[in-house]
C-alpha cells in the first residue's frame, strides 16, 4: 500500500522507538570519541621505527612467550627429563629464539618475505623436534608456534601476499587460540581488503562479543570499560552498509520468485479506502446495489456463452458491483478477484467498452487500478489509472490515486507533478491537500506538510485524519499543545476512532507519561482489535515504565512486551515495525544461541511480507546483524550471548 497511507503508523512508531532505542539488544558496543584502535597496514610508525612498537603496530609479537592459549591439554603429570632431553631442549629453544630475532631483523629491513622464511624455519624446527607424547612440553611449544605462525601473517600482510597471511590468521584462530586478537583483527583487515564484507562482519562481531567477555563483570554493573571496543561502532555500520546491496538483491530476486496472493490486513485496506473523500459514496452505492446473492442471481441469468458485446458489458458491469459491494463488506480478498475477472471481460474489447452502460467502464478501470495497487501490481494499476484519466482528464481523484502509486514506485518527482495537475483542475481537492501532506511527510518536509493539512482542514473541518496527521506533525516540531487542540477536534468528532486514541497515546509517550500512554493504547486496541499500531506502543511503553522497588521482574516485562508483539503480527503479518521490535528483544532475552536463530527466522518471515527493496531495508540489515553474531559466537565455541 501507498506509504502516505501508512503514516500515522509511521509517525507513532518512529516516536515510540526513539524512545525506547536503549532497550534494544544487537549486541554491546560503546561509542567513543578516541581515535580507532584498528591499525592500519599504512603505519608510518613502522616504515619509521622498526622497534618494538613497530612490532606491535603491526601485530608482531615482540617475543616468543604470548598470551595464554585457548589449547587446553589434560592436566598430568610431565615426564621427568634426564640430562641429555634437557640440553636437548636448551638448544631447541635456543635455535628457535635465534631464528625468531633473524626474522625481526629482516623485518626491520623492511625484507617481509626473508623475515616470513626464518619465521617458517623456526617453526619447522619445532615441529621436527616436538614430543606429542609430553603435553608439558607441547603446552609450551604451542605458545612459541602461535607467536611465530602470528609473526608470519603480519610479515606476509607487510610482503603483499595477503593470501598467505590469511591463511596463517585462520590457522592460529581455528587451531590454536581462537581468541588471539591479532589474528583475528589482521583477519578483519584482510577480509575487506578482498571485500569479503559478510566474513568481515563476522570478525567484527566475534571481536566485540571477546570484548563483552573480557568486560563483563564492568558492563553487567553498567560501568565503562577500562578500554575501548576493538572496533568502532563505524565499522560495524560500515560493513552492514556494503553487504546490503547484495543481500536486498537475493531477497528482491526471492520475493519475485515466491509473489505472494496475500493483500495488505483488512484494516489498512479500509484505512486506505477511508482517506479518500469519495469513500461514503462509493458505499453507498454498494448498500443500493444490494447483497452479493442478488447480484449473483442477476450475473447467472445473462447467456453464459454469449459474446455479444452488450450481454459481456453487462456481466462486466454486475461483476464490477459485485466487486464493490465484497468491499462494502470488507471481502477484500473477493472483492479483488472478481473485479479482475470482470476488467478481463473488457480489456482490449473497445466494442465492449463502447455499449458498457453510464461512466461502468471508469468505474471498473478506476476499481481495476484500486485492487492491482493492493496487490502491489504497481505497472497494473498505474495502466488502468492512466486509462481512466483519457476517458476523465478533469477528475482530480484518479489523479491522486496515480499519485499514490507513484509514491509506492518511489517516483516521488512524479507524484508531486500528478497532485500538483490535480490541485490545477480543483484547488479544494481535500484527498490532493491530504495525500500531498503525506508525501511531504515522508520527505521530512514539515511546514509544506502543515500548510496543506492546513488548507485540508480550512475545507473540511470535521476531516479526521487531516486532524490526526496535523497532530503528528505539530507534535514532530516540538508543539505538543497545537498537536492535542488537534487531537481533541478529531476526538469530539469521531470518538469512537482506535486511531484518535493510538495518536493521543503517543502525545503521552512523548511526555514520557508511559502510564498514560499505554492506558491510551488499550483503549484504542478495544476499539479496534484488528489495528496492530497500539499494539506495538503498547510494547514500548511497557518497557520504558519506570519499575517501582518489588515490581515486576524484567523478564515478565519483557515476555508481556513481547506477547503483544506477536498480536501486533498476528493481525497484520505485514507490519514491519512489530517484527523489529520483536526481534530486537527476543534476541535480548536469547538464552542460547538456538533462541537467536529463532530471531533469524522471525526476520525472515517478516522479510517474506515485504513488497519492495525498501520496506526490507531495516528487517534485512537487522537479519543480517543477528546472523553475522551466531555465526561469530558460534566460532567463539559459545553457547548464549549472555553476560553472565
Known sequence: MSKSNNNNQMVAIGLAMAAAASLAFYFYTQQHEEESVAVSSKSKKLDDEPSASADRSLDVDS???PKMSNASPEKMPPKKLDEDTRMEEKRLHANIEELDKKGKAFFKNKQYLEAAQAFTEALSLIESQVDHSNPASSSSLNKQIITLIN???AMYEKGSFPELSLEDCNKILEVYDMSHVKARTRKLRILEKFKNNYEALVEVCALQLLYMQQNRDKLRMGLPASTPPPVPQSKLEELIAAVMPDELERYAAKMEAEKKDSLPS???LLQLLKSYTGYNAWMAKAARDGAVTGLQKQLDSLPQQSTD??????????????GRRYIY??????????IIEAYGLVKGKPEVQAVM???DYARLLEWAGMVRHWMYDLNGAEKCYKECVDL???NAEILVKLAGVAMDGGKHDNAVKLFEKALSLDPDAVDALLHRANLRMLQANLTDAQTDLEHCIKLRPDHVLAHLRLAAVLTSKNDPLGAKQHLETAERVDPDSSEVQSYRGELFFTQQDFVQAKEQFEKAIKLEPSNPTPYVNAALAVLNTPQQPGGAQMQEIAKDACNLLDRAIEVDPHFQAAYVQLGQLQLGMAGDLSSAKM???LYEKGLSYCRTKEDMKDLCSMKVLTQAQVDAATQLKMESFSMQ
Open 63 to 65: 617475543n616468543l612467550t
Open 151 to 153: 609473526n608470519r601473517s
Open 266 to 268: 483488512n484494516y489498512t
Open 309 to 322: 458485446p452488450t450481454v459481456v458489458a453487462d456481466k462486466a458491469s454486475l461483476m464490477m458491483k459485485m
Open 329 to 338: 463488506d470488507c471481502k477484500y480478498a473477493k472483492a479483488r478477484d472478481t
Open 357 to 359: 452502460k453510464d461512466d
Open 392 to 394: 476523465e482528464p478533469i
Open 599 to 601: 530471531v533469524i527466522e
